[in-house]
């Protein structure tokens, strides 16, 4: 059912941007990431890279969390690598686990630690979007788009829920010394002072990230950072539940709808685009020439 639910999404996403795609020329598409200047490239490239400085807190804080000094270069090896090739190829839990596990077992981290950390990642992921969700959610409650089946028409309750959850968390950090077990799926007792530094490095990652793609949009009265911002997080919400690599199609529909007008689609296609180039594609050459750099290294120490 999932991967039937993933193709779906990823099927009607498809179908909304060529419905959207057939309105225009692509002559007016391509004019539209042609006017966008060069230094708001540079300064959105600028933002991906400040971008993935604050993606190395995630492992960083994950080595605290296991009590296993290493230096923050290896951590931060591990978490670009890991993160450019997760982000493009989707399915984080399985291609980031693996990047992970590579690393760290070669610098003799029992697999239970290991185990540990990737949890620990991927529990950052929801913490810190639970947090500045709820914050921008609450604050801003945009209309849920009729594609996401949400039994609700804004996001205000979404918001209310996710600082609760937040809240919680928080309170379970500062007074419970046990992890909680709930079925199958345990969540480690982090102490106070983690839970907070994670919230902030994770709530920092969803903020730039945003900021990468809306510095490529042109200026509109209509559209300040926050309203953008709240779109983005639902439309990546749309596209992580939807299992498709990347959010591909999916992130972009929901964006379109949320958000067009008042961005007119040919100019927020041409700025996805660019997007798409900039946050994804090119981290993942960073990521795998670094991968390769790393495994080619390793082959001559051994010989």
Same mark, same amino acid.
């Given at each position: 059912m999932p991967i039937l639910l993933s193709l779906g999404l990823f099927a009607l996403s498809i179908w909304a941007i060529a419905s959207e795609l057939r309105k225009y020329q692509p002559q007016e598409i391509l004019s539209g990431m042609a006017a966008i200047p060069p230094e708001v490239l540079l300064l959105s490239v600028g933002l991906t890279a400040v971008n993935y400085g604050f993606l190395t807190g995630y492992d960083a804080l994950a080595a605290r969390f296991? @009590?296993? $000094?290493? $230096?923050?270069?290896?951590?931060?090896? +591990?978490?670009?690598?890991?993160?450019?090739?997760?982000?493009? !190829?989707?399915?984080?839990?399985?291609?980031?686990?693996? *990047? @992970?596990? @590579?690393?760290?077992?070669? /610098?003799?981290?029992?697999?239970?630690? *290991?185990?540990?950390? *990737?949890?620990?990642?991927?529990?950052?992921? /929801?913490?810190?979007?639970?947090?500045?969700?709820?914050?921008?959610?609450?604050?801003?409650?945009?209309? !849920?788009?009729?594609?996401?089946?949400?039994?609700?028409?804004? !996001?205000? $309750?979404l918001g209310i829920v996710f600082l609760a959850v937040t809240g919680s968390y928080l309170v379970l950090s500062s007074v419970s010394r046990r992890s909680l077990k709930i079925r199958d799926w345990v969540l480690p007792h982090l102490p106070v002072e983690i839970s907070l530094a994670q919230i902030l490095v994770t709530s920092c990652d969803w903020a730039?990230?945003?900021?990468?793609?809306?510095?490529? =949009?042109?200026?509109?009265?209509?559209?300040?950072? =926050? *309203?953008?911002?709240?779109?983005?997080?639902?439309?990546?919400?749309?596209? +992580?539940?939807?299992?498709?690599?990347?959010?591909?199609? !999916?992130?972009?529909? +929901?964006l379109i709808l949320?958000?067009? $007008?008042?961005?007119?689609?040919?100019?927020?296609?041409?700025?996805l685009l660019l997007y798409r180039v900039i946050y994804y594609f090119f981290p993942l050459l960073v990521g795998i020439v670094l991968l390769a750099l790393y495994e080619t290294k390793t082959l001559k120490d051994k010989a």
């Open positions: 296991v @009590r296993y $000094p290493l $230096p923050y270069r290896k951590t931060a090896l +591990v978490a670009v690598i890991s993160y450019a090739i997760s982000n493009s !190829v989707g399915f984080a839990l399985l291609s980031g686990s693996a *990047i @992970r596990y @590579r690393f760290y077992t070669t /610098w003799g981290l029992s697999p239970g630690k *290991i185990a540990q950390m *990737i949890a620990f990642c991927n529990l950052s992921f /929801w913490v810190g979007l639970f947090a500045v969700g709820g914050l921008v959610f609450t604050l801003e409650p945009l209309s !849920v788009p009729r594609i996401l089946h949400l039994p609700f028409g804004t !996001v205000h $309750p730039l990230a945003a900021a990468v793609l809306f510095v490529l =949009l042109p200026a509109h009265p209509d559209l300040s950072y =926050l *309203i953008f911002f709240g779109s983005y997080l639902l439309a990546q919400i749309a596209g +992580v539940v939807s299992n498709v690599p990347g959010g591909l199609g !999916v992130f972009e529909t +929901v949320l958000i067009s $007008p008042p961005i007119s689609s040919a100019q927020l296609l041409g700025a």
